[in-house]
């Protein structure tokens, strides 16, 4: 998949005042080992984990108490208080005599300068200066203790990407309770499969949101939803659309948020120090085939990876525009705050990235001087077949770095970024999920882009590819597995007190390895390309085959603007099916289809080539935009899809029901 030449190679200055850099600088020097290149670095993280460790806190700042003999002075081996029986998956213990308060690290910095610069699409537009963010926390936490809110307490947020969320979420965290959250365009269900399972004692939602243009009232869900969450104290209702009153006065339980916060003034805000292990957040996989399971991550764990992705590889630096498209649906949106810890200013959107047009977030880096762009892969794509070319209309000069997540970047749409959007820049494509509330390969802004290419592993983590068998492939496609235990490992899941399912979700394929569903081939230039999901992935004739392969090729034709791609059971083995959704005024007739096959034939492989081709007017995804090839699998075979709230689209599923086509 390789060019010839990479896309962007940094320039030594780009390379000289990269964090990355100094880090490296750092560990040479402690250790007094040699590190000539990222593989180097990379095999000493993983081969001392509490030498790395130990040193990621102390060079990342790290507030907090490390604990006896953790401290990263005199050769940082930090010995067993910095990880205890390592060699376990799960059991694992990263610094289990440390204290700290994730809200303490997120609110370091004080000052006048923008803490969190918001957009909604309506064209609300606020700014919270460091001052103004520490104010509104402290009002908040004095709220949540009035309420009696202590610590292990779960809140429940269904709401929309905004400053009253970031501040309510560090409010909570200041505590020491858990923050949990969904956006509320979430169905009344999906809302209910979510926050019914770990018993909130306060609920908060908006008055509403703004999407495509439109004002959305979400009162009556609040409503439906507070009525069956049965061990909610307290409602809170967050003004967007200027009805917070009003709705808070129709719903038993609900205040206003502006009037519950009016009795208290700002001060210092208090953080309890509490253990590593401690828990943070509740995250929800998306997955589409029963009730989420509920994530557990820790504070610690949590912390120390996203500080330690943020600085050495996204290369943040204090005062940097930090931007990612996300809802707090989605575990962007939990790496995105983070980024406070590392004194960059949030820039938060809320609100369609197509409203009014494909312009809208370019739009908001050119005002905003935005340093880091993070979005998703379907954006970048929705974008070049948009027709737009932000290269020739904005000033993207501030923007350092490109990220992309969400689902495979498609070869294409790396020539794009550089082509349409900006020449000099770091395209980090990154790969993780909900299940670590981070990434196990991302970017390295030290180090070339190769087209198609994920970077490299994480620092500290030791990613490979495996066979069936257990056995490291090189340049082959297999298993994403990480061998060794890292700091964000989920705690577990809640109501889950043997750890079964959270053993059965991870460590079941491989004993004592993590085994993370997706994908994998490492490339000649150590970096990874993701092919998709390996539970989507097709095998016919026995012969396992990525999706992601697939889309790469058809969706570089005008007439697509997106595809699906499933393996159907049929006459005793599995065939290939893709399914198209067709620009304006495109039909499906018998010469697209033949070169529909012709170009996955000749840009994958004669393996690929689909058995069946069928139009379909949409593609159901989930609440954070990925395609649902498991949905539709389980439509086309007559299953029930149990979570369908999971999904923005539901009613696009009936579309993959019954289809004659697939009949023969």
């Known amino acids: 998949m390789a060019g010839d030449a990479p896309l962007w190679i940094p320039t030594k200055d780009q390379i000289d005042a990269a964090p990355m850099t100094a880090f490296m600088q750092a560990a040479a020097a402690a250790t007094g080992k040699v590190f000539s290149s990222y593989g180097d670095l990379h095999r000493w993280s993983i081969d001392d984990r509490e030498a790395f460790w130990s040193l990621v806190w102390d060079f990342c700042g790290i507030v907090g108490d490390k604990g006896a003999n953790g401290g990263a002075g005199g050769g940082i081996s930090g010995g067993e208080h910095v990880l205890v029986d390592g060699e376990t998956m799960p059991g694992a213990a ?306 350092r770095t490109i990220s992309s997540t969400g689902s495979p970047l498609s070869p294409e749409d790396f020539r794009f970024v550089y082509d349409g959007i900006k020449k000099d820049v770091h395209l980090a494509s990154i790969s993780g999920g909900t299940d670590i509330v981070s990434c196990f390969v991302l970017g390295v802004p030290t180090q070339p882009v190769w087209i198609g290419e994920i970077q490299g592993p994480g620092l500290g983590l030791a990613v490979d590819v495996w066979d069936d068998d257990g056995q490291p492939l090189r340049q082959e496609k297999g298993e994403l597995v990480c061998t060794k235990a890292f700091p964000a490992m989920p705690i577990g899941f809640w109501n889950d007190p043997e750890g079964k399912k959270y053993h059965a979700a991870y460590f079941e394929r491989f004993d004592n390895v993590w085994c993370h569903g997706d994908f994998a081939e490492w490339t000649a230039h150590g970096g990874l390309i993701i092919h998709g999901r390996s539970d989507a992935t097709l095998n016919p004739g026995g012969v396992r085959i990525g999706t992601a392969e697939i889309y790469n090729q058809v969706e570089q034709m005008p007439e697509i603007l997106e595809a699906l791609c499933i393996g159907q059971d049929f006459d005793n083995d599995v065939r290939v099916v893709l399914f198209v959704r067709l620009a304006a005024g495109v039909e499906l007739d018998a010469e697209l289809e033949k070169r529909i096959r012709a170009k996955i034939r000749s840009g994958a492989s004669p393996r690929h080539v689909p058995a069946k081709i069928v139009a379909v007017a949409d593609i159901p995804r989930t609440k954070s935009g990925k395609i649902t090839e498991l949905a539709v699998r389980d439509v086309v075979h007559g299953r029930a899809v149990k979570n369908k709230e999971a999904l923005a689209n539901p009613e696009a599923l009936e579309l993959f029901r019954d289809l004659p086509q697939l009949a023969d």
């Open 94 to 399: 990263f610094f289990p005599d440390a204290k700290l308060n994730f809200a303490e690290n997120l609110l370091k910095k004080t000052g006048l300068g923008d803490a969190i610069v918001f957009r909604g699409e309506d064209k609300v537009e606020r700014r919270l200066s460091w001052n103004e963010l520490h104010a509104l926390t402290s009002r908040l936490q004095q709220l949540f203790l009035s309420l009696g809110v202590k610590k292990g307490d779960r809140i429940a947020a269904m709401m929309p990407n905004m400053p009253e969320t970031v501040a309510a979420m560090l409010a909570i965290a200041s505590i020491g309770a858990v923050w949990s959250s969904c956006s509320p365009d979430f169905g009344e269900q999906g809302v209910l499969d979510r926050f019914g399972q770990i018993e909130p004692v306060v609920f908060i939602a908006p008055d509403g949101y703004w999407y495509n243009g439109k004002a959305i009232e979400v009162a009556d869900k609040i409503a439906a939803v507070a009525a069956k969450l049965v061990t909610v104290r307290k409602i809170l209702i967050v003004d967007y659309l200027g009805t917070s009153t009003d709705v808070a006065a129709t719903i038993e339980k609900a205040t206003a948020l502006d009037e519950a916060l009016s009795s208290f003034a700002a001060k210092s805000v208090t953080f309890e120090r509490l253990p590593f292990a401690h828990p943070l957040y509740i995250l929800f996989s998306s997955g589409t085939t029963g009730i989420p399971k509920c994530i557990v991550h820790s504070a610690g764990g949590t912390l120390i990876q996203h500080v330690k992705e943020e600085r050495l590889h996204a290369g943040l630096l204090d005062g940097d525009r930090f931007f990612y498209f996300t809802t707090c649906g989605w575990m962007m949106w939990n790496w995105l705050v983070s980024g406070l810890a590392s004194g960059a200013t949030l820039l938060l959107y809320d609100g369609s990235p197509f409203y009014p047009d494909g312009n809208v977030l370019f739009d908001f880096a050119d005002a905003e001087k935005m340093t880091y762009f993070g979005t998703s892969a379907k954006f970048i794509d929705s974008v070049r077949k948009a027709g737009l070319r932000p290269i020739n209309t904005h000033d993207l000069s501030s923007v």
